[in-house]
């Protein structure tokens, strides 16, 4: 489990990364660990799901906590990340558990359509 | 120049179309459970406006128009029901800046009310059915009214639509009832109690005439078309011309449709709907649709023109173009293919479309969405494809185009009304095109038959 976390950890400052590929076959307990990185709309499948997007509750324009929202940030659930511009309700955006930060997918300012991915989270237990 | 489509489904699909032969841009919006359907991937651009349902999505004005500013759209195209004849909606895209592709808000809004829509159509002189010129506010009044009409009559609420609010009363004696049940339910479903009395023309046909009239005024009346074959009030199948409407009688009725139009204050593309009695001349104003409506491909066939590009084209303030309303022996005639289970009372079905080939030849032309493996569910209306054929040849030929196009057609893993339609090009009634029926012949006829 801590291996993927790793494995991602290590990856996040790595956008241009495609794919991870990790097996160790040692040890008689054998591991193998895939994951795929799509820089337009992530995609991302290990072995136990431990993911998930905060998406666009409303069409709009996207207005970002920046400082929240940075790679790394701790996130509660519940907590509010920034608001659709101009969209009636529902426009806050939260975050719908607790987790971490590990990059945003859509920008600060840009338009944005309903359900869009905004930031790719690492959940918690 | 850009235009942002309000819609789904194969009218989406129809007004991209138009927007890409025009030259103009083209901006689709979707629910979450329509993010697959062709007409997100054929627009330029697409957004999607809301999760699944069209309440929260196609209908909901704030997400549409907003999807507008966002893309920089300078018009709608509203499609056909959802926001199309909603007056709120052509104010707010006023209101934003944005060009709706219909009548003007306030136009739509005064014709709502029937009385007023009647009494500016009678006024001039067009021929509305007979009834109440104003709202029976007692039965000792209804009384009076309905006599001087003549039994049977249909008592109707004002607010009443789509087919709902309207009580049949085909003697004297069942009067004071109907108007005690009928303005109960009335103060239930909408608050308030407007009731009027209409004639019950029970042995009329349903003819309809395309109109189009430009912002300076100008208006064409198109060649009528007949929707007599309806289940339930919802037409099934279309053609044109009427089998009943002679060269003597078109002009009247023509001018009729073109008066109307003018009187009621309406541009954009309107279609106005009339009763024929078996007499086969006379006909009653019943009344009049303010949107494209469904059946739009089958005057286009007739005639060789685009509806939907003139529609687009009155909009951005061009004038009407000369159109001539020849069609020498040629017919045309549309069959509604529904997500209906003929065999089974014409239940909705639901599934996943495994297979889909569509008819060609001479004058055949396919309406739809549909493409292999798209998702079929319930939250919409049931029309999968419209099947539009036409012929030079006249209608027995165009009869046999349909039967010979609706063998070609196969749609697998959802059902279809296909049976339906082979069936009925085989009743010698309907495909005799001589013997008088109504808008209630299914009723007895479908009972009859045994869809397979």
Known sequence: MTLALDILEWAKDKPDLAEIHYENKANGAPIEITIKFDSSKPNVSINENRLAYIEAPAIGRLALDIAKTQPGQRLNAGELIGHIEGAAAPSRITSPLSGKVLRAVAAHGAPIGYGDPIILLEIKN | ?452
């Open chain 2, 1 to 452: 120049m850009k235009v942002l489509v309000a819609n789904r489904g194969e009218i989406a699909v129809r007004a991209i179309r138009a927007l890409k032969e025009m030259g103009l841009s083209s901006v689709a919006v979707y629910s979450q459970d329509d993010r697959d359907f062709p007409h997100v991937s054929l627009a330029d651009e697409a957004w999607c406006i809301g999760p699944a349902g069209a309440k929260e999505s196609y209908l909901n004005m704030e997400r549409v128009l907003m999807a507008a500013k966002i893309s920089g759209a300078q018009a709608i195209h509203p499609g056909y029901g959802f926001l199309a004849e909603n007056d709120q909606f052509a104010n707010a895209c006023d209101n934003a800046g944005v060009t709706f592709i219909g009548p003007k808000g306030s136009v739509m809004r005064r014709l709502a009310d029937k009385f007023e829509t009647k009494k500016m159509v009678r006024r001039a002189g067009v021929p509305v059915i007979p009834g109440s010129q104003k709202p029976t506010p007692t039965v000792e009044i209804a009384l009076s009214e309905a006599r001087a009409i003549g039994f049977p009559v249909l008592l109707k609420a004002n607010f009443g639509g789509g087919g709902r609010g309207i009580y049949l009363v085909p003697e004297e004696s069942q009067l004071s009832r109907a108007f005690d049940t009928a303005r109960a339910e009335s103060r239930a479903a909408v608050g308030k109690e407007e009731l009027y009395l209409e004639k019950f023309l029970d042995q009329a046909r349903h003819v309809e005439v395309q109109a189009a009239r430009d912002l300076q005024g100008n208006v064409h009346a198109f060649v009528e078309r007949d929707c007599t074959i309806q289940r339930r009030n919802q037409k099934l199948l279309e053609e044109s011309p009427s089998p009943f409407i002679s060269s003597e009688v078109r002009p009247r009725l023509l001018e009729a449709a073109a008066q109307a139009t003018t009187a009621c204050g309406l541009t954009s593309l309107v279609t106005v709907e009339f009763l024929l009695l078996p007499d086969q001349k006379t006909f009653y104003f019943m009344e009049i649709n303010k949107r494209i409506q469904v059946e739009h491909p089958v005057t286009e066939e007739l005639l060789g023109i685009d509806l939907i590009q003139l529609q687009i084209a009155l909009a951005l303030d061009e004038p009407l173009p000369r159109i001539t309303n020849d069609f020498d022996s040629r017919h045309s005639i549309e069959a509604r293919i529904n997500c209906e289970d003929a065999a089974q009372n014409f239940m909705p079905g639901e599934g996943l479309v495994t297979r889909f080939e569509v008819p060609g030849g001479p004058g055949v032309r396919v309406d739809t969405f549909l493409t292999p493996y798209v998702q079929i569910g319930t939250n919409y209306d049931s029309l999968l494809a419209k099947l539009i054929v036409s012929s030079p040849a006249g209608r027995q030929a165009g009869i046999n185009r349909m039967k010979r196009a609706l063998g070609e057609l196969h749609i697998e893993g959802v059902p279809t009304t296909i049976p339906f339609h082979q069936k009925l090009m085989n009743d010698p009634i309907f495909a005799g095109g001589r013997e008088w029926f109504t808008t209630r012949y299914l009723e007895t006829w479908i009972p009859k038959q045994q869809f397979n």
